[in-house]
């Protein structure tokens, strides 16, 4: 199908924020003065469980989580449902940047998913989570070997993996362009991230969590032992402040040497028929990714529409953030076209939403931590899209920060240290487009990386989708 036709009556609107019977009534904004032992700026994932594990570990504590808009608004409500259980934005990275704490970080990860899941019945939270795992295939032949050693060390740390031919991957899921895949089977879950996100809302409330929505946080101010935040209408004094803001507001001033933003896009397809299905497999309902430096991720939802997002990492000149920018028409094209490449067998689906929108990243690809005002405030930012369960992780690390609690997650170099600062504007622009230049080259250049990418990589540096 022409992908103009395709697209010409999908909405543009995030599919899992369009027109949910599960949204719940707005919450009020903040009005006037209040004091709290823990303040929580940001109401997407990383606040949310932030908010809900401190209630957890001390009842008494007096928690209140400020939200610019609403709840799971922004990344936590757009994002393509993956719940892996890498903390590391996956395991070649994690061997990339901390091989010696490798099995450390694995197995943290894991446990990290598990209590996911066990939160997720304690609190009867109606998300979706299916048990899939995520299914990487190889689209070109230079893209095998990296997946083989992932395979291999993926074994070795204990992981439920596997290699799969041509002929097994594509009996899996069956598109012509797959030659080889690796299936993760028991750590990665699909979600529906808002209703997730609208879960742990309500989950906090009936812990005593108090939330506002429409208050954004303009200032950060030191007021004696106490740290006061400033909103629109309203001002909160607390002891403790959790930072869980993602890309928006760096309100640390420190932090916008470290976090670009970057948009992501996404498409939905109308609900395959039983006969569609058929057509590609897919009875596992994995999720799934291919290999490319520009990556696709896609999955299955609940009516067995299929998400189609990736390939495109888009940064603005200058790290700008707007509305305007959550649709970008030649992306949502290029997405189509490539969905048709790998599903010929679809050529008649239409799509029924398309959406974007910002992430925060870094140059290691994975969350870093720190603290601000001695350590009165704690951060968590950097997640690069896979932060779905990766920020319960780095809630516990806030929490275990604010309270001057040395713990196994706080003794990791992961945590300790900080990825590469980007240089500054204009100079960050003209580095970040011809990586992703570059990275494009590579791929149309059987993975072959120039000069600039084997620099960045020397440097612990990089850019991808």
């Known amino acids: 199908m022409d992908p103009r036709r395709a697209l010409a009556d999908a909405e543009r609107k995030p599919y899992w924020l369009h027109e949910d019977p599960h949204e719940p009534e707005t919450l009020p904004r903040l009005f006037g003065h209040t004091t709290a032992d823990l303040a929580i700026v940001g109401g997407g994932f990383s606040g949310l469980w932030t908010a809900l594990l401190a209630k957890e570990r001390d009842p008494r504590r007096d928690v209140v989580l400020l939200e610019g808009q609403t709840v799971g608004w922004a990344a936590t409500g757009r994002n393509g449902g993956f ?97 080889a895949g690796v299936w993760e089977r028991g750590e990665c879950a699909m979600i529906d991230p808002a209703r997730l996100a609208w879960g742990l809302r309500q989950a906090c409330l009936k812990l005593g969590v108090r939330m506002y929505e429409h208050s954004p946080v303009r200032e950060i101010s030191s007021l004696g032992p106490s740290l006061q935040l400033k909103s629109m209408y309203g001002t909160v004094r607390a002891r403790r402040v959790a930072l869980g803001t993602g890309v928006f507001s760096p309100l640390l001033r420190r932090l916008k040497y470290y976090v670009v933003p970057v948009y992501d896009y996404a498409l939905m397809t109308e609900p395959l028929t039983e006969a569609q299905l058929d057509s590609i497999g897919w009875r596992n309902r994995q999720g799934m990714g291919d290999s490319a430096n520009q990556f696709h991720y896609y999955r299955l939802t609940d009516d067995n529409s ?72 704690a951060y968590a930012v950097g997640y690069t899209g896979l932060g779905v369960a990766a920020t319960r992780f780095g809630a516990n690390v806030m929490l275990d920060l604010l309270d001057g609690r040395d713990t196994e997650r706080t003794r990791l170099h992961m945590v300790r240290q900080k990825p590469v600062p980007f240089p500054p504007e204009p100079v960050r622009s003209g580095v970040i487009q011809l990586t992703r230049w570059s990275l494009a080259r590579a791929d149309a250049n059987g993975g072959r990386r120039n000069a600039w990418l084997r620099t960045l990589d020397r440097l612990g540096l990089g850019f991808d989708s």
């Open 83 to 179: 719940c892996h259980a890498s903390l590391t934005h996956g395991l070649g990275n994690g061997l990339e940047r901390w091989p010696y704490e490798i099995a450390d970080l694995h197995r943290m990860g894991i446990e990290n998913f598990n209590e996911i899941e066990e939160t997720i019945k304690r609190y009867g939270i109606d998300c979706s989570f299916e048990r899939t795992g995520e299914m990487n295939v190889a689209t070109e032949q230079w893209q095998i070997d990296e997946m083989r050693e992932i395979h291999t060390i993926g074994r070795e740390l204990g992981m439920d993996i596997q290699y799969l031919d041509q002929d097994e991957v594509r009996a899996e899921v069956n598109s012509p362009t797959y030659i």
């Open 306 to 377: 299929i998400l189609w997002g990736g390939y495109d990492a888009v940064y603005y000149n200058g790290g700008r953030v707007r509305p305007t920018y959550d649709q970008r028409d030649t992306t949502f094209h290029t997405l189509a076209e490539h969905f048709y490449e790998t599903f010929p067998q679809l050529e008649d689906v239409r799509f029924s939403h398309k959406w974007g929108g910002v992430i925060d990243t870094c140059s290691r690809f994975s969350a870093f931590f720190g603290t601000g005002y001695g350590t009165r405030l």
